[in-house]
């Protein structure tokens, strides 16, 4: 185990005891701001070093080594008033005119809270987190490993639609993409930024000077409409180098489709968007009749391919659901075929996102301005001896060694098939084809036949309202 998550495991235990955090989100959360303080306080230790003249915008008092890094200093109920009454108040209210650093601590504490309520435990928490080095490289990677904790311990994986991208998922997808510097790139539904800082590490050793540091910070961007993910994320970037990450708390499908114009057209979208959610009422109506459900993927993928430019590039993880289903998916995927070319798709075996889900997933990759002619399909399968994934043993990035081999020398193998247009069209636009050199299973998983089951009722529900609408229509 390694330090840091050594030092996360004592500081919720240390929470669990203050009777004003009430259950793991809240811990979380209380956690996660706390770091970000600690963080930003280590950061601007380098930006007095490399950034001329730099003026903090925390008032000087307020600063963490001013009032916690002293781990005899300020506790109990005069640390708790400190927090209640100056800290927090001043950091909501800051000036985000006065820098760019005080529009990023200035978003990150808007929809924060403080819930502690006892300053002596709160001390303890304080000396844990003083013991995090964020300056070693180890420790950073090891941030990104947070994450997947939170939702675990928050257990609301399935009923939010979120789930975390396995590193090596988020690995293969950007170096098959391989982003070049100065593409801008988003994640449209970002979470902690696993996609972002896989674009950040393979880009860099494209940069050779401080311009091109610049180019990179200025064309890497997230949205991200939840608190928590957007306040992880912020403090990510920032551990991976970015003096002033571009994250926004945002949801982009409540913009209307149609305000989306030139200037917001992207090169590069790399995303793994929550599947299995269902927006808020309303939000498809900003979106084109043919376009319009409360399936949060759906819309995102509606979304990405207008937000694409002429040649844009996007890969994204997307269930077995959208590739079989039926109505308004059916003609998502003809605009999809009909504006890129996509070109391939990844199955990905079960248990990949265990423990939070076992739906089926697909690496989609496509590419805007030409339609697709064929898709290439390929079957990841199981190492050797493995029958499923779990926490202990997640996918390995080394397993993609077979698909980036064959990648740019593609060849029909027991793995890999390719279908044409036609005979997708032929097929009503169901993308759901199984590897013709394997055994077909009689029988789909269980997760595929409930999707299934699930669209068949709705469908028949569709079905049902139109008949009542002729019925009334004709008894008038």
């Known amino acids: 185990m390694s330090n840091i998550t050594t030092n996360i495991k004592g500081i919720r235990d240390i929470m669990r005891k203050d009777t004003g955090v009430d259950g793991d989100a809240q811990r979380i959360s209380q956690m996660v701001w706390m770091l970000f303080m600690k963080i930003f306080a280590d950061k601007e230790e380098e930006w007095e070093i490399t950034i001329d003249n730099y003026v903090s915008p925390i008032p000087e008092h307020l600063k963490w080594q001013n009032w916690a890094a002293d781990d005899e200093g300020l506790t109990g109920d005069a640390l708790m008033e400190f927090i209640e009454n100056e800290l927090f108040p001043a950091l909501k209210d800051l000036d985000i005119t006065i820098s760019p650093q005080a529009k990023i601590i200035r978003s990150v ?12 435990l709160f001390r303890q928490v304080i000396n844990v987190i003083n013991e995090i080095d964020f300056n070693s490289t180890s420790e950073r990677h090891v941030f990104n490993d947070i994450y997947e904790t939170i939702l675990k311990d928050l257990q609301s994986a399935g009923s939010s639609g979120e789930y975390y991208t396995p590193r090596a998922v988020t690995q293969f997808m950007v170096d098959m993409i391989n982003p070049q510097l100065g593409e801008s790139v988003l994640d449209p539904a970002c979470g902690t930024g696993g996609f972002l800082t896989c674009t950040i590490d ?6 050779n000077n401080s311009k091109d540091r610049d180019v990179l910070q200025n064309s890497i961007r997230g949205v991200e409409k939840k608190p928590l993910p957007h306040l992880l ?7 991976n180098g970015f003096d002033l990450p571009v994250v926004r708390r945002d949801n982009l499908l409540s913009k209307p489709y149609a305000d989306w114009g030139a200037k917001d057209k992207l090169d590069i979208i790399l995303s793994n968007p929550p599947f299995g959610g269902v927006e808020e009422d309303g939000t498809e109506t900003n979106f084109p009749k043919k376009f319009r459900t409360k399936e949060t993927a759906d819309l995102f993928l509606a979304l990405i391919i207008k937000l694409l430019k002429d040649k844009g590039r996007c890969a994204i993880v997307l269930p077995d659901g959208t590739l ?14 009909e504006k890129c070319n996509l070109h391939t798709i990844v199955r990905l075996p079960n248990g990949v996102f265990n423990p939070y889900t076992g739906i089926k997933t697909n690496l989609l990759f496509f ?21 499923s994934y779990n926490k202990g043993k997640p996918i390995h990035i080394k397993e993609f060694d077979t698909e980036k081999a064959w990648w740019d020398n593609r060849e029909e193998n027991t793995q890999a098939w390719k279908v044409s247009i036609e005979e997708i069209k032929k097929r009503g636009y169901n993308l759901d084809i199984k590897n013709p ?12 036949l409930l999707e299934k089951f699930r669209t068949t009722e709705q469908n028949i529900s569709t079905i049902q309202d139109e008949i009542i609408k002729v019925l009334t229509e004709a008894l008038k």
């Open 109 to 120: 504490f808007d929809d924060t809270y403080n819930f502690m309520k006892n300053g002596t």
């Open 202 to 207: 393979a880009v860099r050793n494209q940069v």
């Open 233 to 239: 994320c912020t403090t990510n970037l920032m551990l």
């Open 324 to 337: 079989f289903g039926e109505g308004m998916k059916t003609r998502l995927k003809e605009e999809l075929l």
């Open 367 to 387: 590419e805007k301005g030409t339609p697709t002619k064929e898709i290439w399909y390929y079957e990841h399968p199981y190492p050797e001896g493995v029958k």
């Open 437 to 448: 050199h394997q055994e077909i299973d009689t029988l789909a998983s269980p997760e595929v």
